[in-house]
């Protein structure tokens, strides 16, 4: 006798030699629940895959369209950067040949200055001997 509470061990029988394709066709709706699932899996991989593959082409058309306004705007850019570049060499040369003008006029002025104060002193000279000469008109 077993004591109490003790299980008796039961051994299995012999496992049946079943295949895979036995356990899978002997039961139909197993089969055709297995065929929806797959069908309902296969019908959103495709949704996914249309919604996505529309997105991702339209990110990768906004991608294009924005390196091509970048490069427009790039070539925009260096080319304002080379016309001002261009007018700060016409403006230099400009102003250099104002300074240079300037400078000779200042030159031209300064010689002229010169000239004013010697005709003047003579003049003064001159002036001083008529008055020595005529005597004091007092």
Same mark, same amino acid.
């Given at each position: %006798? %077993?004591?109490?509470?003790? =299980?008796?061990?039961? *051994? ?5 030699? $079943? @295949?895979?394709?036995? *356990?899978? $066709?002997?039961?139909? @709706? ?5 065929? *929806? ?8 991989? $495709?949704?996914?895959? /249309? ?6 082409? #339209?990110? /990768?058309? @906004? ?13 925009? &850019?260096? &080319? +304002?950067?080379?016309? #001002?570049?261009?007018?700060?060499? *016409?403006?230099? =040369?400009?102003?250099?040949?104002? =300074?240079?003008? =300037?400078?000779?006029?200042? /030159?031209?002025?300064?010689? +002229? $200055?010169?000239?004013?104060? +010697?005709?003047?002193? &003579? ?9 020595? #000469? ?5």
């Amino acid at each position: %006798m %077993m004591p109490f509470g003790a =299980a008796q061990a039961q *051994v299995p029988g012999p496992l049946p030699d $079943l @295949s895979l394709w036995q *356990v899978i $066709l002997g039961d139909p @709706s197993f089969v055709a629940v297995n065929l *929806v699932a797959f069908a309902i899996l296969v019908t959103v991989l $495709l949704i996914i895959r /249309r919604r996505y593959a529309r997105f991702f082409r #339209i990110q /990768r058309e @906004s991608l294009d369209h924005r390196k091509t306004a970048d490069a427009q705007a790039l070539a925009q &850019s260096e &080319s +304002t950067a080379q016309l #001002i570049t261009q007018q700060y060499g *016409v403006i230099n =040369a400009h102003n250099q040949q104002i =300074a240079a003008r =300037a400078e000779e006029a200042l /030159r031209i002025s300064s010689e +002229t $200055l010169a000239g004013i104060n +010697t005709m003047n002193q &003579s003049l003064a000279r001159i002036a001083d001997r008529l008055d020595r #000469i005529s005597g004091p008109a007092a």
